[in-house]
């Protein structure tokens, strides 16, 4: 499965960005994560095909994870940017929203997008 992600830029503290990302294949698990400068990749939300959801307590609020399953597509709306929100994204596709094991297929898999760059200015 391959992952094309799209939507990062500048922008300012308030502001919002909209990031999608299409997957090449079926996938249960869409998600997001982040890193920011010098610091590890965290996860930011993840939605599993069935509508579960998994978000970071830091986004809570003003970040909004979808998917449209036909299009095999994860959308993050996120709204009231800080500068605490910039960060390279990833999009992942993944088994479960915990782990890499599908138990609707029974395999495992863990698949990468390239990020892209999310920049908030104060």
């Known amino acids: 499965v391959q992952l094309q992600a799209s939507g990062g830029g500048l922008v300012q503290a308030g502001g919002s960005l909209r990031l999608s990302c299409a997957a090449s294949?079926?996938?249960?698990?869409l998600g997001w994560y982040r890193q920011p400068p010098k610091k590890q990749r965290e996860l930011v939300a993840a939605i599993t095909s069935t509508g579960f959801t998994n978000y970071a307590d830091s986004v809570k609020g003003r970040f909004t994870i979808s998917r449209d399953n036909a299009k095999n597509t994860v959308y993050l709306q996120m709204n009231n940017l800080t500068p605490e929100d910039t960060a390279v994204y990833y999009c992942n596709a993944r088994g479960s929203l915990y782990g890499d094991y599908d138990s609707n297929t029974g395999t495992r898999y863990d698949y990468w997008g390239q990020g892209t760059q999310v920049t908030v200015s104060s």
């Open positions: 294949g079926e996938t249960n698990a």
